[in-house]
Structures are given as structure tokens and as C-alpha cells.
């Protein structure tokens, strides 16, 4: 047993399983993750050989390893790690050598030699490329259902796994494979599935019993071979047998996840066959436990730099499967589906996502994957994806605070679609009685928006993909915004049907809109693997000091996004043990704005102030205070307004821009260290309309002590604070956007300290 390997994990879980409420461990950042994937791509390439293969650790050690399999799994996990073929002259030899292999190849290798060149753009792959692509399918085509190892007499389930990925990856790329083939392997599962739900290695031999990894793969391939061969909606024939993999699943994992999966002789290929059931399955959780999130948080820990631990296979395929696990699970999740209670109607479509994701991978080249969530999961978890859709062939029913919690998930830069299966009219009532009065307090603050309205025909949604007009008239929708983006989406068409039959010929149009609806939400941008943010704790400790905020309240729509704020307190609070204390709709006077050290206005519409408003934010700065004026979005009617009253403040005194010195581009402040800026990553949107970088603040200065009174941003910082990216923001990317805001926080504490001193 290697369980001490993962000592920390194994904790957790005993914990979990006794019932002990221990506080939860810190969360796995992108950058967490992103180091360690950097960290194994290096340890990888340092062992190539000069010929292109990491053949020598086939005799290194005794590890078991087939002739070609190091290669060939290596060569596959550096592609799914983002390797570039064309670019990469060490993936160039390694997949030469793989394409030269003179000795007859093994059933796996010829598994990952396809799914390895079948990653290589179709501009890039050569005569050869596609030649042994179509002799290695056919060979594996004659496996029906049943493939070996090598020169393994029997068939076992892990050849089986790896041949149904080969076979179904090579039809994702366009290349032709016949359902018969896939018909022979579901049989083969359905036959050997053990009376426990589970598979063992070896199905045929009897004394052999069903283990995880088996099983995980078992139920992946099912997952595999249901989508190339159902197109139907409704409860799937085969269901049952699924359904009897997961019990087994949930009843062998729920106890000991990390002892069952990191602690056997294989970890690495266990935790692989994890991932697999869970992204062909869309299941965040796994006997009712985040696989990703546990296995990722034990394999982004540092390691030696240079070592690997051993593994069945060595430490070299232990890495290669390392790195395949964290590469896919950094895939950002796009779409959330909502399961409510009914499994009949919830999920009508049963891949429908699933499917439509294959043809964004296809036609956009975009990585993305889904997941299923319940609506009684916590909101960070239904925060993973910008996305939520919700399906319905009855009445949509669920509680109050369940409507509460998925007003609270648009609010925090979701985006809501619900869609009628069949085009159901009561699921479109019920939701619309839902929806109705869901947003009251929103709408009495925001001068008109909140309201569900029908869409016009100039709506982006339908006007993205210029390539199809009147897209309008074609799928009439009912949506709700709050001014600068489209917070809930209601589609009268059923477009997940076309999803589900993967009908991307006669109806494109169902599919181009759900394009839309994904660039709609993302405006186009490269995602995060969350959209919500997740923050390391650099700085320790509790929180030493708190930054008082006023959100000062006025009439240009000044409180979309009210979670932007929170989000910039975790960051600060994480980093630099600074807690934000905000107080919103703060209405400029004297009174109220004493006791705060920032005041903090944004919107994206026009407004104005009165002459006792102005004067007091004018007493407020010249006490000590620092203003922060954003336009939501590059809203060019905020700036207009802005521009008005600062002028007022500061009798048209010209703004000054931040010099390379400057706190707030260093992070320099005082005492605080805040990030220091030097690459301002923009949406697409605000790239387009501005090409060349703007100066990135309008500065107003104390003409005596040179401090800093009043920060003007023209470009969305406050937008993108919670991660999201709408299409048409003209705003920085939220990484960006946390840091500039961060580095004004801490100006602001900073300079409130000096003067109390």
C-alpha cells in the first residue's frame, strides 16, 4: 500500500467518514494547478531520448512496460497538457518515432498512437499521420468488443477502455468508424458486468473480483458507446446497468476515496479512470465527494525538483497519467445542468450537453467541459460555470430559497437558460410565475432593469454568428439584464433536442445558438477552470486590518454586480490580511462618509450629483479619504458623467497618468504589497474597440503632497471582479481587474493610515 503518499488526503476523508466538521482545506487555485503541470511537462521532457521515446525505461526498472507504451502515453499526455505539434520540435521526434515503430504495436499503443494524432491539426498531419490512423483502426476494429493486451490471450477491461477512447476520439475527428464496432463493445460490458455492479480486470475469469479502477473504466465506456449509438431522449435502455456501476461506485469510494484510489498499486491509472467516468458522466461529485478537487489538491502538491514517486508502471507513466488528470480537469467548465428532483424531466436530454460540447470542441476548437449540479448544492459549486441550464417537460418547481439561490448565482455572473422540452408550455409558465417577482429589489435600484422582457431582434444573442439572420424570429426568447448583460435567458424552442440527436446538419441553427448563448456568457474570452475566483492564502494568519468602503449610491444603474467587492475583500484578505467593511448605497453627505478611508463609485449609465453631494466627496478626499470611479463595462455614458463630476471636484484640474513608479502599477504601498502590474490582459471586446493600450487611470493629485485624492478607470474593473467576461465589455480580464482594484484598496488603507498617524 502506498497510502502514505497521500497522508494528508487520507485525513480528510477518515475525518469526513466519522462525521468530525474539521474546516475545510484550502482550495486548489488555477495557478496551484498550473505549476504542477508545468512541473511534470518538465520532468517529462528531461527524460526524452535523443530519438524521440522514453524507451529506456522499459528495462530501467520492472515495471511491466510493453514495448512503445511510455512513448506513447507521454506523448499523449504532453498534447492534452496544450503541446504544440507545430510549434514543439521535441512533440515533432516524438511523434515521428511513434509513427515509425517498425515492431508490430501492441492494442494500446495503437489506442494512444490514434488519439495522439488525431490531436494534430488537420493542416498539420501528413500523408503518413493519416495512413497509420487508418491502420491502426482498422486493426483495432477487429478487437469486437473484445481487445487484449499485448500477447495476452484474454481480453481485460483496461484494453477495452483504452480502444473504446481510441475509437470514439478518432470519430470526434472526422474519421469514420462504424457503430457495429461500438454495438460489440456495449455488449461485451453488459455481458461481464459482475452481480455488484462492478467489473474486474479480467471479466471472463470468475475468481476475479470487481475493483475501482475496472468499474470507473467499465462505466466510462458505456458512456462512450451510449453516445455514439443513442440518439433518443428520455430514459435510456441500458440505464439500469449504469446505474448499478455507480451504486457500486458510491458504496466502495464514499468511505475511503483516497485510500481506494491513491493508495493501491496503481494511483495514477486509478485516478485517471476517475476522471474518465466523471467527465464522460458530467458528475462533479462521486460518492458524494469532489473527485477532482481531492485528487487535484494531492497532485498539486510540490514535489523534489526532477523526482517522480514510482508507480506500477514507473514514474514516468505515473506522471504521464498525472498530467493527463490535471490537464483535462483545468478544462474551464462552461455549462452547468441542473438536476431539481425529477429525473424525467430535468434531464429529458440525457446528452445533450455532452454533445453539443463535442461539436464546440469540433467546430470552435474551444476546450470545454459540463457538469451536473443539484439545485441543493452550495453556490460556490453552481459558481464553477458561467452557465446554468435548466430543462423542464412539466412544471418547474422548486422553493423560495432555491429561487433565491439561483437569483444569487446571475448576481454573482451566472447566466440562467431555461429550456421546454418539447416546448412544453408548462414549464414555461411555471418558470415565468418564478421569474416575475424575483428581482424586486434589484429593479427598484437599477431605473428600469431587472424585468423579463421579450428579446428584440438586435439582441446579441441572435446577432453574434452573422452567418444566420433572423435567428429572432426563429427561436423567440424572453430575457432579463441588468443593464449590461443578460442575466437569464427563457427560450420558447426546445434547441437541447437538437443537441440530443446530434442533429448538427439539418438543424445548425440550434446548435449556432447555443454558440451563442456560450459566447453571450463568456464574451468570447479565454475562461478560467472556474469562473468563480479562488485566492491562495500568500499572507497567513487572521486579518489584521480592515479598509472601510462606502458604495456610493446614484442614478446610472450603480449597483450591478453587489458581490464585485466581496470578491476583492477574499483577495485581499488572502493576501494581504486586509478584510474589506463595505457599506452600500451610501448617499454622499458630510455624515456619511465619515469613518470611510475609500469611496467607491461605478455604474453604466449617466448620472449626476448635487452641489452637497460634490461637496462632500470634495471634504471626504481633502480628509484623508481616496476616491475610485469606474465605468462598468467602458460604459461611455458613465464616463461622460464622471468626467462632469470630477471636473466639479477638482475645479477642471487636468488629470495626471500613473508613472512606472506609480503604487498603483508597483503594488508598492507603504507597508502593503499589492501585485505588481506590467501585462494588462483585456477582454476581446475592448481590444477591438481600443487596439492600442489606453492609459489605464485619469490620476488626481494633491498639488502640495502629490497624494493620490481620485482614481478614474474609463475601462471595467468592477465588472469582472466576480470572473466574468460578458460579451461586449469593453473591461480588463479579472485577474487584471483583481489587481488593479487590490492595489486602490491597499493605496487607500494605506494612505488613511498615514494620515491617522
Given at each position: 500500500m502506498?497510502?502514505?503518499?497521500?497522508?494528508?488526503?487520507?485525513?480528510?476523508?477518515?475525518l469526513?467518514?466519522?462525521g468530525?466538521?474539521?474546516?475545510?482545506?484550502r482550495?486548489?487555485?488555477?495557478?496551484?494547478?498550473d505549476?504542477?503541470?508545468?512541473?511534470?511537462?518538465?520532468y517529462?521532457?528531461?527524460?526524452?531520448?535523443?530519438n524521440?521515446?522514453?524507451?529506456?525505461?522499459?528495462?530501467a526498472?520492472?515495471?511491466?512496460?510493453?514495448?512503445?507504451?511510455?512513448?506513447?502515453?507521454?506523448?499523449?499526455a504532453?498534447l492534452?497538457a496544450?503541446?504544440?505539434?507545430e510549434?514543439?520540435?521535441?512533440?515533432?521526434?516524438?511523434?515521428?518515432?511513434?509513427v515509425?515503430?517498425k515492431?508490430?504495436?501492441?492494442?494500446?499503443?495503437?489506442a494512444?498512437?490514434?488519439?495522439?494524432?488525431?490531436?494534430?491539426?488537420?493542416?498539420?498531419?501528413?500523408?503518413?499521420?493519416?495512413?497509420v490512423?487508418?491502420?491502426?483502426?482498422?486493426?483495432l476494429?477487429?478487437?469486437k468488443?473484445?481487445?487484449?493486451?499485448?500477447k495476452?490471450?484474454?481480453?481485460?477491461?483496461?484494453?477495452?477502455?483504452?480502444?473504446?477512447?481510441?475509437?470514439?476520439?478518432?470519430?470526434?475527428?472526422?474519421?469514420?468508424?462504424?457503430?457495429?464496432i461500438?454495438s460489440?463493445a456495449?455488449?461485451?460490458?453488459?455481458?461481464?458486468?459482475?452481480?455488484?455492479?462492478?467489473?474486474?480486470?479480467?471479466?471472463?475469469?470468475?475468481?476475479?473480483t470487481?475493483?475501482i479502477?475496472?468499474?470507473?473504466?467499465g462505466l466510462?465506456?458505456?458512456?462512450?458507446?451510449?453516445d455514439?449509438l443513442?440518439?433518443?431522449?428520455?430514459?435510456?435502455?441500458?440505464?439500469?446497468?449504469?446505474?448499478?456501476?455507480?451504486?457500486?461506485?458510491?458504496?466502495?469510494?464514499?468511505?475511503?476515496?483516497?485510500?481506494?484510489?491513491a493508495?493501491?498499486?496503481?494511483?495514477?491509472?486509478?485516478?485517471f479512470?476517475?476522471?474518465?467516468?466523471?467527465?464522460?458522466?458530467?458528475?462533479?461529485?462521486?460518492?458524494?465527494?469532489?473527485?477532482?478537487?481531492l485528487?487535484?489538491?494531492?497532485?498539486?502538491q510540490p514535489?523534489?525538483?526532477?523526482?517522480?514517486?514510482k508507480?506500477?508502471?514507473?514514474?514516468?507513466?505515473?506522471?504521464?497519467?498525472?498530467?493527463?488528470m490535471?490537464s483535462?480537469?483545468?478544462?474551464?467548465?462552461?455549462?452547468?445542468k441542473?438536476?431539481?428532483?425529477?429525473?424525467?424531466?430535468?434531464?429529458?436530454?440525457p446528452?445533450?450537453?455532452?454533445?453539443?460540447?463535442?461539436?464546440?470542441q469540433?467546430?470552435?476548437?474551444?476546450?470545454?467541459r459540463?457538469?451536473?449540479?443539484?439545485?441543493t448544492?452550495?453556490?460556490?459549486?453552481?459558481?464553477?460555470a458561467p452557465?446554468?441550464?435548466?430543462?423542464g417537460?412539466?412544471?418547474?418547481?422548486?422553493?423560495s430559497d432555491?429561487?433565491?439561490?439561483?437569483?444569487?448565482?446571475?448576481l454573482?455572473?451566472?447566466t440562467?437558460?431555461f429550456?421546454?422540452?418539447g416546448?412544453?408550455k408548462?414549464?414555461?409558465a411555471?418558470?415565468?410565475?418564478?421569474?416575475?417577482?424575483?428581482y424586486?429589489?434589484?429593479?427598484?435600484?437599477?431605473g428600469?432593469?431587472?424585468?423579463?422582457?421579450e428579446l428584440?431582434?438586435?439582441?446579441?444573442?441572435?446577432?453574434?454568428?452573422?452567418?444566420?439572420?433572423?435567428?429572432?424570429?426563429?427561436?423567440?426568447?424572453m430575457?432579463?439584464?441588468?443593464?449590461?448583460?443578460?442575466l437569464?435567458?427563457?427560450?420558447?424552442?426546445?434547441?437541447?433536442?437538437?443537441?440530443q440527436?446530434?442533429?448538427?446538419?439539418?438543424?445548425?441553427?440550434?446548435?449556432?445558438l447555443?454558440?451563442?448563448?456560450?459566447?453571450?456568457?463568456?464574451g468570447?474570452?479565454?475562461?478560467?477552470?472556474?469562473?468563480?475566483?479562488i485566492?491562495?492564502?500568500?499572507?497567513?494568519g487572521e486579518?489584521k486590518?480592515?479598509?472601510?468602503?462606502a458604495?456610493?449610491?446614484?442614478?446610472?444603474?450603480?449597483?450591478?454586480?453587489?458581490?464585485?467587492l466581496?470578491?476583492?475583500?477574499?483577495?485581499?484578505?488572502?493576501?494581504?490580511?486586509?478584510?474589506?467593511e463595505i457599506?452600500?448605497?451610501?448617499?454622499?453627505?458630510?455624515?456619511s462618509?465619515?469613518g470611510?478611508?475609500?469611496?467607491?463609485?461605478?455604474?453604466?449609465?449617466?448620472?449626476?450629483?448635487?452641489?452637497?453631494?460634490i461637496?462632500?466627496?470634495?471634504?471626504?478626499?481633502?480628509?484623508?479619504?481616496?476616491?475610485f470611479?469606474?465605468?462598468v463595462?467602458?460604459?461611455s455614458?458613465?464616463?461622460?458623467?464622471?468626467e462632469?463630476?470630477?471636473?466639479?471636484l477638482?475645479?477642471?484640474?487636468?488629470?495626471?497618468?500613473?508613472?512606472?513608479?506609480?503604487p498603483?502599477?508597483?503594488?508598492?504601498?507603504?507597508?502593503?504589497?499589492?501585485?505588481?502590474?506590467?501585462?494588462?490582459?483585456?477582454?476581446?471586446?475592448?481590444?477591438?474597440?481600443?487596439?492600442r493600450?489606453?492609459?489605464?487611470?485619469?490620476?488626481y493629485?494633491?498639488?502640495?503632497?502629490?497624494?493620490i485624492?481620485a482614481?478614474f478607470?474609463?475601462?471595467?474593473?468592477?465588472?469582472?471582479?466576480?470572473?466574468?467576461?460578458?460579451?461586449?465589455?469593453?473591461?480588463?480580464?479579472?485577474k487584471?481587474?483583481?489587481?488593479?482594484?487590490?492595489?486602490?484598496?491597499l493605496?487607500?488603507?494605506?494612505?488613511?493610515?498615514?494620515?491617522?498617524?
Amino acid at each position: 500500500m502506498k497510502a502514505k503518499i497521500f497522508t494528508a488526503l487520507m485525513l480528510v476523508c477518515i475525518l469526513l467518514a466519522s462525521g468530525y466538521a474539521a474546516p475545510p482545506p484550502r482550495e486548489t487555485t488555477d495557478d496551484d494547478i498550473d505549476r504542477q503541470i508545468e512541473a511534470l511537462k518538465n520532468y517529462l521532457w528531461t527524460q526524452q531520448e535523443s530519438n524521440g521515446s522514453w524507451e529506456k525505461f522499459r528495462y530501467a526498472y520492472d515495471y511491466h512496460l510493453p514495448a512503445n507504451y511510455a512513448s506513447a502515453v507521454i506523448t499523449y499526455a504532453l498534447l492534452e497538457a496544450g503541446g504544440s505539434y507545430e510549434n514543439d520540435p521535441r512533440l515533432k521526434k516524438a511523434v515521428a518515432y511513434l509513427v515509425n515503430i517498425k515492431s508490430q504495436p501492441s492494442m494500446s499503443v495503437r489506442a494512444f498512437r490514434v488519439m495522439v494524432l488525431g490531436r494534430i491539426p488537420k493542416g498539420s498531419q501528413t500523408p503518413s499521420h493519416r495512413a497509420v490512423i487508418k491502420s491502426d483502426l482498422k486493426s483495432l476494429s477487429r478487437g469486437k468488443g473484445k481487445w487484449k493486451s499485448g500477447k495476452e490471450k484474454a481480453f481485460n477491461s483496461q484494453a477495452n477502455h483504452y480502444a473504446a477512447m481510441a475509437l470514439w476520439e478518432a470519430r470526434q475527428s472526422g474519421y469514420r468508424v462504424s457503430n457495429k464496432i461500438f454495438s460489440q463493445a456495449m455488449r461485451v460490458w453488459l455481458k461481464m458486468q459482475r452481480p455488484d455492479g462492478g467489473w474486474s480486470f479480467a471479466p471472463q475469469i470468475k475468481t476475479y473480483t470487481s475493483e475501482i479502477p475496472w468499474t470507473a473504466a467499465g462505466l466510462a465506456s458505456m458512456y462512450i458507446t451510449r453516445d455514439a449509438l443513442s440518439k433518443t431522449s428520455g430514459r435510456y435502455k441500458h440505464q439500469g446497468p449504469m446505474d448499478r456501476a455507480w451504486g457500486y461506485l458510491d458504496s466502495n469510494l464514499k468511505d475511503n476515496f483516497v485510500e481506494r484510489t491513491a493508495g493501491n498499486s496503481n494511483p495514477a491509472y486509478t485516478m485517471f479512470c476517475i476522471q474518465q467516468i466523471g467527465m464522460t458522466s458530467g458528475r462533479k461529485f462521486i460518492a458524494g465527494l469532489d473527485w477532482y478537487a481531492l485528487s487535484a489538491a494531492k497532485l498539486s502538491q510540490p514535489r523534489p525538483e526532477g523526482t517522480h514517486p514510482k508507480g506500477y508502471w514507473g514514474p514516468i507513466v505515473r506522471a504521464a497519467y498525472e498530467l493527463i488528470m490535471l490537464s483535462r480537469g483545468r478544462m474551464p467548465l462552461t455549462f452547468n445542468k441542473l438536476n431539481y428532483g425529477d429525473d424525467t424531466s430535468w434531464n429529458y436530454h440525457p446528452r445533450d450537453i455532452a454533445r453539443f460540447t463535442e461539436y464546440m470542441q469540433r467546430h470552435y476548437e474551444r476546450t470545454m467541459r459540463w457538469q451536473i449540479v443539484k439545485v441543493t448544492d452550495d453556490i460556490q459549486t453552481l459558481l464553477d460555470a458561467p452557465i446554468m441550464l435548466i430543462e423542464g417537460k412539466k412544471d418547474f418547481k422548486i422553493t423560495s430559497d432555491q429561487w433565491a439561490k439561483l437569483r444569487e448565482y446571475t448576481l454573482r455572473g451566472g447566466t440562467l437558460v431555461f429550456v421546454p422540452c418539447g416546448g412544453n408550455k408548462k414549464f414555461l409558465a411555471s418558470v415565468q410565475e418564478g421569474l416575475k417577482d424575483l428581482y424586486v429589489q434589484q429593479r427598484k435600484d437599477s431605473g428600469g432593469h431587472y424585468e423579463l422582457k421579450e428579446l428584440t431582434k438586435n439582441s446579441p444573442l441572435y446577432t453574434m454568428n452573422k452567418k444566420y439572420r433572423n435567428m429572432g424570429a426563429k427561436f423567440p426568447a424572453m430575457g432579463i439584464s441588468d443593464g449590461t448583460r443578460l442575466l437569464v435567458v427563457v427560450l420558447k424552442k426546445d434547441i437541447a433536442n437538437a443537441w440530443q440527436k446530434k442533429a448538427v446538419t439539418s438543424r445548425r441553427r440550434d446548435f449556432a445558438l447555443g454558440a451563442n448563448l456560450f459566447f453571450m456568457a463568456t464574451g468570447t474570452n479565454n475562461m478560467a477552470s472556474r469562473m468563480r475566483p479562488i485566492f491562495s492564502n500568500i499572507g497567513g494568519g487572521e486579518v489584521k486590518q480592515a479598509l472601510r468602503v462606502a458604495w456610493i449610491k446614484h442614478g446610472g444603474n450603480y449597483n450591478t454586480q453587489p458581490y464585485a467587492l466581496e470578491y476583492l475583500s477574499g483577495k485581499l484578505k488572502a493576501e494581504n490580511q486586509v478584510e474589506l467593511e463595505i457599506t452600500k448605497n451610501v448617499v454622499p453627505s458630510i455624515k456619511s462618509l465619515k469613518g470611510y478611508q475609500l469611496a467607491w463609485i461605478t455604474g453604466s449609465g449617466g448620472f449626476a450629483l448635487t452641489e452637497n453631494q460634490i461637496a462632500a466627496l470634495r471634504v471626504f478626499i481633502y480628509k484623508g479619504g481616496t476616491l475610485f470611479v469606474n465605468a462598468v463595462g467602458g460604459s461611455s455614458q458613465f464616463s461622460a458623467s464622471a468626467e462632469i463630476m470630477l471636473g466639479e471636484l477638482f475645479s477642471d484640474q487636468a488629470p495626471t497618468e500613473p508613472g512606472v513608479t506609480c503604487p498603483l502599477l508597483t503594488g508598492r504601498c507603504g507597508d502593503f504589497r499589492g501585485p505588481r502590474l506590467e501585462k494588462f490582459k483585456r477582454t476581446i471586446s475592448f481590444r477591438k474597440a481600443v487596439p492600442r493600450m489606453p492609459t489605464v487611470a485619469d490620476l488626481y493629485e494633491d498639488s502640495k503632497t502629490g497624494r493620490i485624492l481620485a482614481i478614474f478607470v474609463r475601462y471595467g474593473v468592477h465588472d469582472t471582479l466576480d470572473g466574468h467576461t460578458p460579451y461586449g465589455a469593453k473591461s480588463y480580464m479579472p485577474k487584471t481587474a483583481r489587481g488593479i482594484a487590490a492595489n486602490v484598496a491597499l493605496y487607500a488603507l494605506w494612505q488613511a493610515t498615514d494620515a491617522a498617524n
